[in-house]
């Protein structure tokens, strides 16, 4: 027969032929009736409620502990399944659990005797790992693993737990208040230093703001500057393009012109070639014969005219040769007198720009009683001591005239009237 288990048991097949005995965990085996048998255990995780009551501790302090433990028969180790066969075989999961608890609180309590009170409450995790490994050892022995221990509860019937949390929380209060103090005193530290960071962070951002306005702006104002430029250089090619396409358009106006005009020159060239053909055949014909007649007419004046001013240009020529002779002899003799006038200047020197001053004199005063001669009108009022009328003007002009000897001695330097005796009369 075949029987088959669960991975929570073992089997284990006994009798004929199986010496030692078949041990299998989460399978299936042929079982001969009769001459074979078959076993279980179980192979399922047992949980122990480790309690030790009133166990003193190294100092005498009597107090509770309670642990939970997980163990169970180890299936996939072949020499522990035997060991736990051998020792639990036909024995029920609750039997099996008992055995297990005891050895635990019998390892639990040897090890809360030899530790202390606060040894046990503050490290419960040294002491769990502590009955973890002692109780492993012991029950490897009998095919069972330890999976986990964990210490549940620590309590005392005589407040010494008590008396150490009151002293603890005191200890904790008091390390409160001071770590309270010390947090306050960091924290009002830490937000004056926040408080520098933050305004030296400001300040930071605002000079790096104003550092990035001013790369900004001075971007700005070249890339504005390109932009004009590039600009610029747009409405000029702009502009220079309708210039240019002006201009093709005026050269294209001015070529259709001179197209035109060219048909208007055919156009005017055809009608004179009309008109000369018109011409020749009424008028030129006609006209030949007294062309001919008024060609031998103004030849005959043109020979007429040429004879007669040959002769007044032989009488112009002889009246010019003598005008020429009487010029010359006219400009000898004036060259002569000048020749003679500058060697008296060159002998008398003051005394020939006298002569020349006096002969200019009549023209002096000619000129200066020209305006009076040249007024319309003239007003004259006078006290009746003085002159009147005409002999007044000249009176005038008579003493505008005295006065040239004083205005020539200042602008030449020479007295006319010590002057006038060394003067030539040169004429």
Do not use: W
């Not at 230093?193 to 990035?212: D, G, L, P, T």
């Not at 020209?370 to 003493?399: C, F, H």
Request: proline share 2%.
């Amino acid at each position: 027969m075949f029987y088959t288990c669960g991975p929570n048991e073992a089997m284990v097949v006994s009798g004929f032929g199986r010496s030692p005995p078949l041990m299998i965990a989460g399978g299936r085996v042929f079982v001969f009736p009769c001459i074979q048998q078959i076993q279980r255990i179980t192979l399922n995780t047992l949980t122990l409620n480790v309690k030790s009551d009133k166990v003193y501790t190294r100092h005498g302090v009597p107090i509770s502990v309670t642990g939970i433990a997980q163990v169970k028969i180890q299936g996939q180790n072949k020499e522990m399944l035997a060991t736990a066969c051998q020792m639990f075989m036909g024995k029920s999961e609750s039997e099996i659990a008992q055995i297990a608890l005891e050895t635990l609180e019998g390892h639990q309590r040897a090890i809360i005797a030899h530790l202390t009170v606060e040894e046990i409450y503050q490290d419960r995790k040294k002491f769990s790992e502590h009955v973890f490994k002692v109780a492993s050892s012991d029950l490897v022995n009998m095919g069972i693993g330890v999976v986990s221990y964990t210490l549940k509860d620590v309590h005392d019937d005589q407040g010494y737990l008590h008396s150490l949390g009151k002293a603890r929380t005191a200890q904790v209060q008091r390390d409160a208040r001071i770590g309270e103090a010390q947090y306050k005193r960091d924290a009002v530290i830490r937000e004056a230093h926040a408080m520098q960071e933050k305004v030296s962070a400001q300040y930071h951002n605002e000079i790096e703001m104003a550092k990035a306005q001013r790369d900004y702006e001075l971007k700005k104002a070249a890339y504005d500057v390109e932009v004009n430029t590039k600009k610029a250089e747009s409405e000029m090619a702009y502009q220079l393009q309708v210039a240019k396409t002006k201009q093709r358009i005026e050269e294209e106006k001015m070529q259709v012109q001179v197209v035109e005009r060219g048909q208007q020159i055919t156009l005017q060239e055809q009608e004179i070639i009309r008109k000369e053909k018109e011409l020749e055949a009424k008028v030129k014909k006609p006209a030949e014969a007294e062309k001919y007649r008024l060609e031998r007419l103004a030849e005959a004046q043109r020979l007429q005219l040429i004879m007669e001013a040959e002769a007044e240009a032989e009488s112009i020529k002889m009246k010019g040769e003598a005008e020429a002779f009487a010029l010359e002899a006219k400009g000898r003799a004036e060259a002569e007198q000048m020749t003679k006038k500058a060697e008296a200047f060159k002998q008398y020197k003051d005394g020939a720009m006298v002569d020349m001053l006096l002969e200019k004199l009549p023209l002096m005063a000619e000129e200066i009683s020209k305006p009076l001669a040249e007024a319309q009108k003239v007003t004259m009022v006078s006290s009746s001591s003085s002159e009147v009328g005409a002999a007044k003007l000249a009176g005038e002009v008579l003493e505008i005239m005295t006065r040239l000897p004083n205005t020539v001695e200042k602008l030449t330097g020479v007295d006319i009237s010590l002057a006038a005796g060394k003067a030539p009369r040169v004429r």
